[in-house]
């Protein structure tokens, strides 16, 4: 399914999530199409607008997933796209992936916002208590974006990607929702993860506080 419209405001500064449009698929194709935008995603060859549109129109079916493109303010088109996948209704689990496919907006805070957005809706509106995610482990600025929102590394998948001649290994983080610690963890949460959870009740108090429904 696609998700709702929502946005943020942060540093005088502002980031929107809208549903992604069907009529974008050419523009995906050219942005999803870079080497350099998929270094380190499961992405390696050129894609063709009918391959956007065939991924758009089953990603707006999907019961399993909530899609978005991102839209910071001042642009016409979207930087990235950015969902929550795998939705478990026994487990009360998801996986979360991004991908800013403009580099002219790397560096700029634009995933963080998401991130934001992403994770306070599924934890409030689709009631995850833990949201996986994974990164190369050789894409710092992406690790350390997942980990400001509360997210914390659980694991390693060894030499699973191949990118210029070279093997890398995968990262696998988790969001542990900090209201249902108890319910998570009766035993007592282990103790280095304690400083995820803080940062994670913090980050769900902004996007409660600063996420508008548009």
Same mark, same amino acid.
């Given at each position: 399914?696609? $998700?709702?419209?929502?946005?943020?405001e942060y540093d005088e500064f502002g980031i929107t999530l809208v549903p992604p449009k069907v009529e974008w698929a050419g523009y995906y194709a050219e942005m999803?199409?870079?080497?350099?935008?998929?270094?380190?995603?499961? +992405?390696? #060859? $050129?894609?063709t607008e009918a391959d956007e549109r065939e991924w758009l129109e089953k990603s707006a079916k999907d019961p399993k997933g909530v899609s978005w493109a991102i839209m910071p303010d001042g642009c016409k088109l979207p930087v990235g796209n950015t969902g929550l996948h795998d939705i478990?209704?026994?487990?009360g689990s998801?996986?979360? $992936?991004?991908?800013?496919?403009?580099p002219?907006?790397? +560096?700029k805070g634009?995933?963080? +916002?998401a991130h934001i957005i992403r994770t306070g809706f599924g934890a409030d509106n689709l009631g995850r208590s833990t949201i996986n995610s994974t990164v190369r482990e050789v894409n710092e600025a992406s690790r350390?974006?997942?980990?400001?929102v509360g997210y914390a590394v659980t694991g390693k998948v060894l030499r699973?990607?191949?990118?210029? $001649?070279?093997? #890398?290994? !995968?990262? !696998?983080? !988790?969001?542990?929702?900090?209201?249902?610690?108890?319910?998570?963890?009766?035993?007592?949460?282990?103790?280095?993860?304690? +400083?995820?959870?803080?940062?994670a009740s913090q980050v769900l108090k902004k996007a409660r506080d600063l996420v508008k429904k548009l």
């Open positions: 399914m696609y $998700g709702p419209k929502l946005r943020i999803m199409s870079s080497l350099k935008v998929n270094m380190w995603t499961n +992405g390696l #060859y $050129g894609l478990s209704l026994v487990n998801c996986t979360s $992936g991004i991908v800013i496919f403009d002219e907006w790397w +560096g634009v995933a963080s +916002g350390k974006a997942l980990e400001r699973n990607c191949f990118r210029d $001649g070279e093997y #890398y290994d !995968t990262l !696998t983080l !988790t969001w542990l929702h900090p209201e249902r610690i108890n319910l998570l963890y009766p035993q007592g949460l282990p103790p280095e993860y304690t +400083g995820a959870v803080e940062r």
